[in-house]
């Protein structure tokens, strides 16, 4: 008679893919169980907590601060950390299920949806997405350079990331140096000549997806006037009755009317709100961009009462040398798992992985956060989705529907990356890095000054190992 999983003869072993919010959520709901589990976490940067170090805005110290919570995981004693590992490359899909009796997906949504327009591939357009990293020190886009020597921007999109880069461009480099913000960019940003953002909204002021903080924000800058004209503040009566009870989106409503009625006061940048516009090109000469045409839209209800915008066949062109694109995330596919390319997630019935060829469940393999849903909501609505997620894992697990690995062995996993030369970055190691971070941020006044190279991360903890040839990216 077998073992049950779950217990001190045979704990459940479970590899969690990715180490955002969504993975820690998933690790913490595990150990909050009464059951013996042990948690191996797998990140491809060295760094864990995902978004929140890499997304979150850097004068959003106070969103920062939940990684606390995710430390609290990290020190169970069942948790470990395997960083600068990246799943299919240093370890693959058969190698996990082979050793461990459940995997969670935790990957997110890592790329971004495109305008599909002409110009979208000029230098200097490019997605939000790319501009936050950067700005937060993400290893990948350390070197991405935005040229900031131009005097006008358009951001488009009306959610709370579009929110975060016209603020950050709108910001002194004063109002920014006591933040996180990575080096590059704040020296960056302090030499900025961008005199005008232009956030551009396909619809109207009753459907934007920012939140009232974020807009409210926009009221309290140093070096920039909010700038919104009231006849794009006009609602059509579907708009007027879709928020009729949404409290919300009447306050989003009231700080524009404000702003609008407040209008310029003399500061040295402006951050226009614009409304029923959606871009059609980006004007380029000479290989750089000078202007972004947009076709001016009308709001009309379909037949499901969602209020969509129409071209009205009229365009404007609105000055710019930058643009960026905030206009949602999708998820990528992950080596031999299942994944949806119409919604960017990995196919689930309440977080139970699901083969869309068969329309079965895979035995044993979960998803959580984004690449489960797509991306909505905020940081802590992954802790629910979390939850439910990990109680259908306990549920199969009571159910006897959950598999035990064939091979039990989570250490083998360690010899396997030592065998490949991955220079894997342990929760000890992330400990001391973070110390290093948190120690020089104290000497500038700052929170934290982020090491933003992998190689310079792996120096000082002396890791660097070479990868052999088939594992080199």
């Given amino acids: 008679m077998s073992t049950r999983l779950g217990t001190p003869e045979r704990p459940l072993y479970v590899a969690i893919i990715g180490a955002g919010p969504s993975g820690f959520y998933a690790a913490g709901a595990l150990f909050k169980e009464d059951i013996v589990v042990h948690v191996d976490m797998f990140e491809r940067l060295p760094a864990p907590h995902g978004l929140v170090r890499y997304g979150v805005a850097p004068d959003h110290q106070n969103i920062k601060a939940v990684s606390k919570v995710y430390d609290r995981t990290a020190k169970e004693p069942g948790f470990r950390f395997f960083g600068n590992v990246e799943f299919g490359r240093d ?7 082979r050793h461990y009796d459940a995997i969670i997906y935790a990957v997110g949504a890592q790329t971004d949806r495109r305008l599909n327009i002409p110009g979208e591939d ?3 357009s490019m997605s939000a997405t790319e501009f936050v990293a950067w700005y937060n020190g993400h290893p990948y886009f350390a070197d991405l350079a935005p040229d900031l020597s131009v005097e006008s921007a358009v951001v488009v999109g009306a959610g709370n990331v579009a929110m975060d880069v016209a603020r950050i ?3 002194s480099a004063d109002e920014l140096r006591h933040t996180d913000i990575a080096d590059h960019a704040l020296a960056a940003l302090a030499e900025s000549q961008i005199k005008e953002i232009h956030i551009l909204a396909r619809r109207g002021p009753a459907q934007v997806k920012f939140t009232n903080a974020e807009i409210r924000e926009f009221g309290h800058l140093e070096n920039a006037d909010p700038i919104v004209f009231e006849r794009e503040l006009k609602l059509d009566p579907a708009s007027s009755a879709s928020i009729k009870d949404d409290t919300a989106a009447q306050k989003n409503i009231d700080y524009l009317r404000a702003y609008a009625e407040i209008g310029a ?5 402006r951050v226009y709100f614009r409304f029923l516009l959606s871009p059609v090109e980006i004007i380029g000469e000479d290989g750089r961009i000078v202007a972004v045409r947009a076709e001016k839209n009308q709001l009309r209800p379909t037949l499901t009462g969602y209020i ?3 071209g009205t066949g009229e365009y404007e062109e609105i000055p710019a040398g930058l643009v960026l694109r905030a206009v949602g995330y999708k998820g990528i596919p992950l080596p031999g798992v299942p994944y949806d390319p119409r919604t960017g997630v990995i196919p689930n019935d309440v977080g139970r992985v699901m083969n869309p060829e068969t329309d079965k469940l895979v035995p044993g393999e979960y998803v959580v956060g984004w690449a489960k849903r797509g991306p909505t909501g905020v940081i802590g609505t992954n802790k629910p989705d979390a939850v439910e997620t990990v109680n259908s894992l306990l549920e199969d697990l009571q159910a006897g529907k959950l598999p035990p690995a064939p091979e039990p062995d989570p250490d083998r996993v360690v010899a396997l990356l030592e065998e490949r030369g991955v220079p894997y970055v342990s929760i000890d190691d992330w400990w001391k890095l973070n110390e ?6 104290k000497e500038q006044g700052r929170p934290r000054v982020k090491f933003v190279h992998i190689d310079e991360m792996l120096e000082i903890l002396g890791k660097r190992v070479a990868r052999t040839a088939q594992d080199t990216p």
Avoid: C, F, M, V
């Fill in 91 to 97: 370890i693959t899909h058969d190698e996990l299920r």
């Fill in 122 to 124: 000029l230098p200097n």
């Fill in 169 to 171: 461009l709108a910001k």
């Fill in 265 to 269: 006061t003399g500061k040295p940048r």
């Fill in 308 to 310: 969509n915008a129409y």
């Fill in 436 to 441: 290093l971070e948190i120690q020089a941020g």
